[in-house]
């Protein structure tokens, strides 16, 4: 891609490697005080700690990874950016990491210790949720600078599909701006005013729906930069080509649909909102699982078309031909693995009987190291392996190709055991988000300790993945030979239909996404404004 666009493709990759360094050695920390052979020194506090570690991963890596490539894919895939684009994506990017540089400040002076998901109780330094703001701000800026691309591309070429790894990013990037509208709200109407001391209370109802309307929404914007490289990357890498354009794009509007009146899957146990709205939403959840299981047929039928058209036969002889020696398709696709048992204990948590065993044990923190921590990240570390070197004009070399499968394999190692103790644990009992304790030798509690342990084991283990990782990045970044490194962008197969255009009729897409956004969520919210707290001071701030 053009040098200008790939220098702030870069920026974000950057921003988003440190975060993986600093939040992965939180979480070696955080596993150690756990198993409780460790103390943290100089008063450090435990959720001080564990607050590091999902705002630097769950936040920040993620959204300025994904922005980043995002960013690289549409200048590859829709041409270089216009001056007025790459303006916006640099103005997002400064604004992003002026935000980012706020609220890690407080983090680190113990005055934001209120965990990654910020809702009301806990309060923070005004400074913080003003930061956030910042972040928020900025990647909508980043996002108009896409769309601005986008948008143009379409002009240029009247009534034809726009290429398939733009439109996806252009989903992605909707589907954040109209999810951020939650965050945006608590933070602005409710968080801010509070921590300034404007109001003396909020509702702590109202905080935690909103950040849930966003909450949901997250994971896939998490998710879907990682579809982005199953669908329209890994055919290319392996040779291969795309199953189908259309069913790639469906799934990506039932996405964009699907994912946003979904939040009360996370507030199942709650009090305050009636059972038939969270049963509406838990339908809801089960409709955006649709898309995934598309994703595996689609992912399937590419790997099978190509491993058959080398020769492979009978049920599972095209498995071999596929290229296990080449990190860029091994990586991501351990990934894959991963998300077949991350996506089952999805549906585990979502199916409101069930929710009650699991709600705020530790399985939940189980969960989504198998899907965020694995399927995504491993998609980001196989994307890296290729984006990086595209654009510092570098190459990957056998060596560091090596590495790389090596790197995911102790990462795999290492969360089967962290992830998979977290899940049995959490089924006896134990609880996320606290930290050491024996509560006063209780004989359940004991019991948990040999899983926390293991936990600690799988952990380091980790931590070692990082280092690995972190020592490849640095590599491809500065040190690998000079050269050109493709950026892979798959074809479709060609027996596959024609892409139909009402897919890219955003006109229809937005309408059905704010009429299911209101139905979920309007008497939910009346119901909630009418039997709230009094207002406060003399402010109706909810
Ligand atoms: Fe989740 C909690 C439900 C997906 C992340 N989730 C969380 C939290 C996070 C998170 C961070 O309903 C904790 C939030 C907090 O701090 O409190 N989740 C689901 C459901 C899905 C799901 C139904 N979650 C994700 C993804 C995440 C993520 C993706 C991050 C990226 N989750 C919940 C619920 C809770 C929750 C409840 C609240 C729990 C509570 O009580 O607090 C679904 O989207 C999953 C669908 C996926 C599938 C799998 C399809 C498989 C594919 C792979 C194909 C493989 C191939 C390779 C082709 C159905 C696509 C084949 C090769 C071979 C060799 C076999």
Do not use: C
Not at 235 to 253: E, N, Q, T, Y
Not at 329 to 345: H, K, L, Q, R, S
């Amino acid at each position: 891609i053009d040098r200008r666009d790939g220098k702030l493709a870069m920026a974000h990759i950057y921003v988003g490697f440190i975060a993986l360094a600093l939040g992965g050695l939180a979480g070696l920390l955080q596993v150690l005080v756990r198993s409780g052979t460790f103390t943290l020194p100089a008063g450090i506090g435990y959720y001080q700690v564990l607050t590091v570690h999902g705002v630097l991963l769950g936040l920040v890596l993620t959204t300025f990874f994904i922005l980043g490539f995002q960013h690289a894919a549409i200048s590859r895939t829709s041409g270089t950016y216009s001056s007025t684009s790459r303006l916006f994506g640099w103005l997002g990017f400064w604004v992003m990491l002026i935000g980012t540089a706020m609220s890690a400040v407080m983090i680190l002076l113990n005055e934001a210790t209120v965990l990654y998901t910020f809702y009301a109780p806990l309060k923070a330094h005004w400074i913080f949720y003003l930061g956030l703001t910042f972040v928020v701000v900025g990647s909508w800026l980043g996002g108009t600078g896409m769309i601005m691309k986008y948008a143009e591309w379409r002009k240029e070429h009247r009534g034809e599909p726009s290429p398939l790894l733009t439109f996806m990013a252009v989903i992605n990037i909707v589907l954040w701006i109209v999810a951020t509208l939650g965050v945006a709200g608590t933070v602005l109407f409710q968080l801010l005013p509070w921590s300034l001391g404007l109001v003396d209370r909020v509702d702590v109802l109202i905080s935690r729906t909103l950040f849930w309307y966003f909450g949901h929404p997250l994971v896939y914007f998490w998710l879907l930069p990682a579809y982005m490289a199953w669908y329209a990357i890994i055919p290319k890498i392996i040779g291969g080509k795309i199953f189908s354009d259309a069913l790639a794009r469906l799934s990506f509007v039932l996405f964009l649909l699907f994912s946003i009146p979904v939040g009360f899957h996370h507030q199942l146990v709650e009090p305050g909102i009636d059972a038939f709205w969270k049963f509406l939403q838990v339908v809801l959840t089960f409709m955006v699982v649709i898309p995934s299981l598309m994703t595996a047929f689609s992912l399937f039928a590419t790997f099978e078309m190509y491993g058959r058209s080398k020769g492979g036969s009978g049920l599972f002889g095209w498995f071999k031909k596929l290229p296990w020696g080449d990190a860029r398709f091994t990586v991501p696709f351990i990934g894959m693995v991963a998300f077949i048992p991350a996506g089952a204990g999805g549906l585990i948590n979502a199916s409101n009987q069930m929710n009650q065993v699991v709600h705020n044990t530790i399985w939940v923190t189980g969960h989504f190291h198998l899907t965020l921590a694995t399927s995504v990240v491993l998609t980001f570390f196989g994307i890296s392996y290729w984006l990086v070197p595209h654009l510092t004009g570098r190459v990957l070399t056998k060596a560091m190709n090596k590495m790389a499968i090596v790197q995911a394999v102790v990462w795999s190692a290492g969360m089967s055991i962290m992830s998979g103790a977290m899940h049995a644990v959490g089924l006896l009992g134990a609880p996320r988000r606290s930290s050491f304790s024996t509560y006063g030798d209780a004989p359940q509690a004991l019991d948990w300790i040999p899983y926390q342990v293991a936990q600690a084991v799988g952990g380091t283990i980790l931590f070692i993945g990082i280092i690995l990782v972190l020592y490849i990045f640095i590599n491809l970044a500065f040190f690998a030979p000079k050269g050109e490194e493709e950026f892979p962008v798959g074809e479709v197969a060609g027996g596959a239909e024609k892409t139909p255009m009402v897919l890219e009729n955003w006109k229809i897409w937005l309408t059905v996404l704010a009429a299911l956004i209101l139905i979920a969520y309007t008497v939910p919210f009346m119901d909630m404004f009418q039997n709230g707290p009094p207002p406060s001071k003399g402010f109706k701030v909810w």
